[in-house]
């Protein structure tokens, strides 16, 4: 026993280390629970493995054990000849199928199926080769405002010019003898030769313009006076700190006799900035420290008009123009590195930029554009291109065309859905009698069902008189030959029901009409007399046109959260009865307004409109007719019962 124990520790022991330790345990736990599976599904086909068996085996090779395992249960099995491990094992009433799971996870075996075949060898863990990570250039660049960010740290040369180069579309390249060059820099929102400049700077290297606008980035010469000194410091910089400004006589600076101009220049990394403190100093004299301390070149359109007091810090120059020329009537230009400096309306200050929308169309744009931001800009629009054409100084341009991107947004369609159901109900009952004389003589003729209209003819007539005649001592007589009687009594139901489904499009804010109906015309006839002596008489017959329909307007408005606002106005016409000659006929109109918000895709009823109408006429002989009872005898009556229903269902549905 203590040779065994000391056998396991010598051998198995170790041996588990090393398996728990080079491969995950839940990659383990999976990888048997597979082989068990599999074990399993194959069992149907090969009964052996379901069998138990008892083994006892000591110090044979795992070869000959799956050998002998395989010729006694009928299996299939390939081992590798490169497996050499002694088994020590006694098995005693225990499955085929657990025995080859133990061995494959006591020795790290791996078991392969090929049908019914089964092959062991070593188990060889997968590695996960992982891809090493691509640290992705950070420049941003603002194709408005034409401003370039980078945030670089220690990336390649060849990889920030070219990602530059795609970006900004200006060609920016670097000699050959810089292709594992590494720069790092941090900027926001600069100027792209100027940021280019400055990346170049404090990575002691030069920038070129090239008269084909190419930056060429090379190195720098230790002999170049604009190469950084060991304190981060430039050259040739001034350092001014705190002094006023003097100008070219040495004497400060004034604005209007008592305005001061205080300049000083700090640089950090290759960036310089300016701090300016002025008390009531002219434009020009503040224009003419700061550009003279920064060491700018400017050029003078026009005179600036006015003073100014100010106190800022840590500005670029251009900055510090953006903030000088803000609500002023002056702009400037940055032109091959010269500021042109001027009224905004001059040649060469103004500018012209077309804005294309991209989610919307132009219509009503120009409306919607702030009076205040109009104001110097002439605005047209450019149909064929969806965009709108700004001409005059770029701030003011740069502010439109903020404004304009953020109104440029994805405009909602709105499909609205109309059911319209009209339900007509007509109930008419007409009786009578009649009685005259025709034109020729009648015929008995007519019907009794499902309506009484009958004609009795004046044989049938004499023929019922002298049946009364025979049973009573009254001689009534006899009629004359076109004698005729009518008789009625009838009823009609008539229920219509009327569907339209028509769909309507529209976009958010815009109204969608429909109009259905029908037209009747009735004549208008006129009669003149012309002529004195021997006058004439002219009558002039015009037909006009009486319309009955059912309009709808609606209006939707879309909410962010997906809900429609709907403006309906209905209006509903129709004729009614029959209309007496040459006369406009009778009609009736229904009208309503409503202002409802439903959900998308949500259904509304809008209530019936219900219309009832009741009518009735009769016509009999006079006082005879008005008799209780046998005034029915002498009179013909008619009464109608009409009733309408219309119902509007309404579903919109939001399309982006």
Known sequence: MKIVVYYLKKRVLPFFLLVFISVPILAQQNRF???????????????????????????????????????????????????????????????????????????????????????????????????????????????YTQLLSMDLRSDTLSSVVRKITQLTKKNVISSADLSGKTVSIYLEDVPIEEAVEKMAMVNE??????????????????????MLASNGQMGNFSQNRGQPYRNPSGQPSYGGGSGRVFVHTTDSLGNRYVDVNAMNAPFSEVLDAVAHEMNINYFLYSDLKGNITTQVSKLTFEDFLSRFFRGTDYTFQNEKGVYLVGDRKLEGLRANRLFQFQFRSLETVEEAIPAELRRGVEIKNFKELNGILLSGSLPQILEVEAFLKQIDRVVPLVMIEVTLVDVRKTRTISTGIKMGLGDSTTVTRGSILPGVDFTL????????????????????????PNFYVGLSALEANNNVEVRS?????????????????????????????????????????????????????????????????????????????????????????????????????????????????????????????????????????????????SIVFIKPTIIY
Request: glycine share 6%.
């Open 457 to 480: 003819s004046s044989s049938s007539i004499n023929d019922l008189l002298s049946r009364i005649s025979s049973v009573t001592p009254l001689n009534i007589g006899r009629v004359a």
């Open 205 to 226: 290297l030069k920038s070129t313009k090239t008269s084909e606008n190419f930056f060429l980035i090379q190195k720098q010469d230790a002999s170049d006076p604009n």
């Open 501 to 645: 489904m028509p769909k309507l499009s529209t976009l958010n804010g815009h109204s969608a009409t429909l109009s259905i109906g029908s037209t009747r015309y009735y004549s208008v006839k006129t009669q003149n007399v012309v002529g004195t002596l021997t006058p004439q008489t002219v009558i002039t017959e015009q037909f006009n046109a009486v319309q009955a329909n059912l309009g709808i307007a609606i209006t939707p408005i879309v909410s962010s959260d997906d809900q429609v606002t709907l403006t309906i106005d209905v209006g509903i016409a129709d004729f009614i009865g029959d209309p007496p000659n040459n006369a406009p006929p009778p009609s009736s109109n229904s009208q309503f307004k409503s202002i409802i918000r439903v959900r998308n895709e949500e259904m509304v009823v809008l209530g019936g409109l219900e219309r009832t109408e009741n009518s009735k006429s009769g016509s009999g002989t006079p006082l005879l007719s008005r008799i209780p009872l046998i005034g029915r005898l002498f009179s013909s009556k008619s009464n109608s019962h009409n009733k309408t229903v």
């Open 33 to 143: 629970a597979d082989l068990e599976q599999q074990l399993n599904n194959l069992s149907n086909q090969l009964p052996g493995l379901k069998e138990k068996v008892d083994i006892s085996i000591s110090g044979s090779s795992i070869q000959e054990f799956l050998r002998g395992l395989a010729i006694a249960n009928q299996l299939n099995i390939n081992i590798d000849p490169q497996l050499n491990i002694k088994v020590y094992n006694n098995f005693t009433r225990e499955t085929v199928s657990n025995i080859i799971i133990f061995l494959a996870r006591e020795y790290d075996l791996d078991v392969r199926f090929v049908g019914t075949i089964m092959s062991f060898s070593k188990y060889k863990p997968v590695v996960e080769v992982v891809a090493p990570t691509v640290r992705q250039i950070d420049v941003r660049y603002n194709s």
